[in-house]
């Protein structure tokens, strides 16, 4: 079975522009989720979708960070502008029903 | 709200010594707990899971018992190698309907030969 796809691997951008992370989840997981993991910490959650419906976005900073998971499959999730301090790794993981999370490789984002 | 709590690190071990990693939960109703670990470079890996209190997850060796009375899961090896060098973090999932994955703040594990 495939895995979470994330794309891309690495970017490194200028603060205040703008950056898309895309995610293709294992086919026919229901929750999709979007993590930050900034150096040293671990993953914090920033959006969780059900389908295409979403379930927790309460950590997403929402004047910057948008994520839309377009028919329950797919999600991108962007910012802009970007910031110094949201240099992270952006993890996506999904879920069938639960208990188990299946997480892709990550995208690490450098703002300079 | 739910949390979890690890034990700080790094923790520095010779091979073959004894592994725990301490992980305490705080959360409401029964979740799933899990042991995830990220090598260098890599993403994250289920390491292994416990779904209901008294269960033991196991795999590479490594075990960790579900223990609802003093709400911890603490990660155990008898015999670390170097290979195991990594970051170890411990997570819940909340078995509502909100399925919410949340993470403790890791424990890296640094094992010299």
């Known amino acids: 079975e495939a895995g979470v796809a994330q794309s891309p691997r690495y970017k490194i951008i200028e603060k205040r522009q703008s950056v898309a992370f895309w995610c293709n989840p294992i086919?026919?997981?229901?929750?999709l989720y979007w993590y930050q993991q900034i150096l040293g910490q671990g993953p914090k959650l920033l959006i969780q979708f059900q389908n295409n419906g979403v379930v927790d976005d309460s950590q997403l900073p929402k004047d910057r960070f948008s994520a839309e998971r377009l028919k329950g499959v797919d999600s991108t999730l962007k910012i802009q502008p970007a910031k110094l301090e949201d240099s992270a790794v952006y993890l996506c993981a999904s879920s069938l029903d639960a208990p188990e999370a299946f997480f892709g490789q990550g995208t690490r984002l450098t703002v300079v | 709200g739910d949390s979890v709590t690890q034990m700080e690190g790094p923790v520095t071990l010779s091979e073959e010594a004894f592994l725990t990693i301490n992980c305490t939960y705080t959360?409401?109703?029964?979740?799933?707990l899990f042991w995830y670990v990220q090598y260098p470079g890599e993403g994250l890996q289920l390491l292994l899971k416990?779904?209901?209190?008294?269960d033991k997850g196991s795999n590479k060796g490594f075990e960790a018992t579900y223990r609802k009375e003093t709400t911890s899961f603490h990660l155990e090896k008898g015999s670390v190698q170097v290979s195991d060098s990594a970051v170890y973090f411990c997570a819940l999932i909340r078995m509502d309907s909100s399925y919410k994955l949340i993470f403790g703040s890791g424990t890296r594990l640094l094992v010299r030969p």
């Open positions: 416990a779904t209901k209190a008294d």
């Open positions: 086919s026919g997981h229901a929750t």
């Open positions: 959360a409401t109703g029964y979740p799933s």
